[in-house]
């Protein structure tokens, strides 16, 4: 039997499990799991017999069982399924040309329709108000053409599953970044999109050296305007702290540590940011629970490496069942064989080792921990190399010719927004958000909520009180200032906006030092947090080497989907 947790079988039932003619849930989540496992062990025909399809379908099937291993939510959906995509993130590209936007919109809302989230660099897009010659008339600009993306989104409700998610990059030169910046200015305005800044270590450099900044025309590469980049900053800035966009994305970082930078270069991401991907790249996720990877009170690092091997060939087979939106991501994605394979619950695995997030030992760990889980990913990525062949573009690759890999990246920090909650963890590397929460359903306005299974377990074990210190866990989400407790316990259980946003970013870094593709974290920042504190972020950030950087204040106006605390 597979055990779940109420929330995760709320979950399942309502977007995962597969209907009957009667609309009700046809499947049970044990049969999701074999569904699942069966599906992408077909891919291990090609190389083996029959004996290894059942072997492998058995392997998959009880890692997913156990929740020690979980693919993102799309293959999980539509494993053999018609829909049959089983990718989360596609990048696609924007050309300044009518036709060609709106062609990608078309492909943008078949992904959508079926569970995926796509991200864009409109940088290409003439400015607003540059004349067009076809026409005769004005260019509207990238963000009016977000807006039309992002209405789609709305109306495509991702195949009634999901709703809309989008990445959408304007480079810190483009002559309508400032527009960019405060798009999100206003109720409702770009709902279906994360915005980030394309930045450059030129640009950082002149912000540092207070220099004049040009924004470029990208067709003609006249300068359009100069502004002071300390103002461009500050207004970056001043609309992250407000609304939690925009975020940034460091294109040299990122560039830098590309794997085929001989096929071009990168400038999107996937909606949340942890897949830097080329034009129609596509990538399948996947994550393990940390918080069953601990035996004794110490990381089980064999049950590790064995569940790393298992996630590896699983995230690759789902390369050859997947099925493709059109043929141009199906051929570059068969020719890189980007995979990311990412943690969840690393708060549950910290508390049950005993070490308190925001300390220095939790971080050193985060370091150790994803080395080694991007070691052996390599090493199972190399194995299934020597049988399966290299990714095809692996002689254009910065891999050639000492490490054949079967796989351009494979690692990457997803958020786990929903798999973490079928698993029953905390999600990513995020801290605890709350002891106790309410959280929105993403379809309805139904609540799912929560006690942490740790907390409790600690409450029920060591004191009698438990229904009063609940209470007031349950008024707050957390338990810094219930003084029956050890100060310990009030250390190591606290909450994702009692830890201070300096250790939120460490171990974005920690972890990034190790991922091939990015962390994507969220920064949270409390109600009072200042101008300074987010310009000081975003600096460090990039000074850090990470890929990008988004925050999330705690306030009415920034966007908002859990909720601290219980009532009654
Ligand atoms: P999950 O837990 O459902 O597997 P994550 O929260 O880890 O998903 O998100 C992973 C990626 O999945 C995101 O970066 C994005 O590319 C895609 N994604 C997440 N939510 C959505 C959504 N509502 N619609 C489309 N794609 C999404």
Wanted: proline share 5%.
């Amino acid at each position: 039997m597979v055990k779940l947790a109420d929330n995760a079988l709320m979950v399942l039932k309502e977007r995962y499990l597969q209907k009957g003619t009667s609309g009700s849930a046809d499947e049970t989540p044990e049969e999701l799991f074999r569904r699942v496992a069966r599906g992408i062990a077909a891919a291990e025909r090609k190389w083996g017999g029959e004996k290894e399809v059942n072997n492998w379908t058995e392997s998959f099937f009880e890692v997913m069982k156990r929740l020690a291993f979980l693919p993102n939510s799309p293959t999980l959906m539509n494993t053999g399924t018609v829909a049959g995509q089983l990718s989360a993130c596609f990048v696609l590209p924007v050309v300044d040309s009518l036709e060609s936007i709106f062609s990608t919109l078309k492909q943008a809302a078949l992904i959508h329709q079926k569970g995926g989230g796509t991200g864009f660099n409109f940088s290409q897009l003439r400015p607003k108000g540059d004349p067009v010659y076809t026409s005769g008339g004005y260019a509207s600009g990238p963000v009016s053409f977000m807006k039309i993306f992002d209405a789609a989104s709305a109306h495509v409700k991702q195949g009634g599953k999901r709703s809309g998610a989008n990445m959408g990059i304007l480079n810190a030169d483009h002559p309508d970044i400032e527009e960019f910046i405060s798009a999100k200015k206003g109720l409702g305005n770009l709902q279906n999109f994360n915005i980030s800044v394309g930045i450059t270590d030129a640009f950082m450099k002149a912000v540092y050296g207070n220099a004049p900044w040009d924004l470029i025309h990208p067709n003609n590469r006249k300068v359009i305007k100069t502004l002071e980049s300390g103002n461009l900053w500050n207004q970056i800035v001043e609309n992250a702290l407000l609304y939690g966009d925009p975020g940034l994305i460091f294109l040299d970082t990122i560039h830098s540590k590309n794997p085929t930078p001989g096929l071009g270069k990168i400038n999107a991401t996937n909606p949340c940011g942890e897949v830097p991907l080329m034009p129609y790249e596509s990538c399948n996720l996947g994550s393990i629970n940390l918080s069953k990877m601990t035996i004794g009170g110490s990381v089980d690092w064999f049950g590790l490496e064995k569940t790393i091997d298992i996630a590896i060939r699983f995230l690759d087979d789902v390369i050859e069942v997947n099925q493709y939106p059109n043929p141009k991501i199906r051929k570059i994605t068969y020719r890189n064989r980007k995979i990311g394979l990412g943690v969840m619950g690393w708060a549950e695995m910290l508390i049950k080792l005993g070490i308190p997030y925001d300390t220095q030992e939790a971080v050193e760990l985060a370091s150790r921990l994803m080395h080694f889980i991007q070691e052996k990913s390599k090493a199972s990525s190399r194995s299934l190399a020597m049988i399966r062949g290299p990714f095809p573009n692996w002689e254009k690759s910065i891999y050639y010719p000492n490490e054949p890999l079967r796989n351009a990246t494979c690692t990457s920090i997803a958020p786990t927004g929903t798999i973490s909650v079928i698993a029953d963890t905390s999600s990513s590397i995020e801290p605890l958000f709350a002891l106790a929460y309410q959280r929105m359903h993403v379809l309805n306005d139904d609540t799912l909520t929560t006690v942490n299974r740790q907390f409790l377990d600690y409450l029920y074990e060591h004191h009698h009180d438990v229904n009063s210190i609940l209470e007031s866990v349950f008024e707050k989400g957390t338990c810094d200032d219930i003084t029956s407790l050890p100060t310990p316990i009030r250390s190591l259980f606290k909450t994702a906006l009692e830890i201070s946003p300096e250790w939120h970013l460490k171990h974005q870094v920690a972890f990034q030092r190790y991922t091939d593709n990015a962390v994507s974290k969220t920064i949270n920042l409390p109600e009072s947090a200042s101008h300074n504190v987010v310009d000081e972020l975003y600096k460090m950030a990039w000074e850090h080497k990470a890929k990008g950087i988004t925050v999330f204040r705690n306030s009415p106006k920034g966007k908002k989907v859990l909720n601290l605390g219980v009532k009654g």
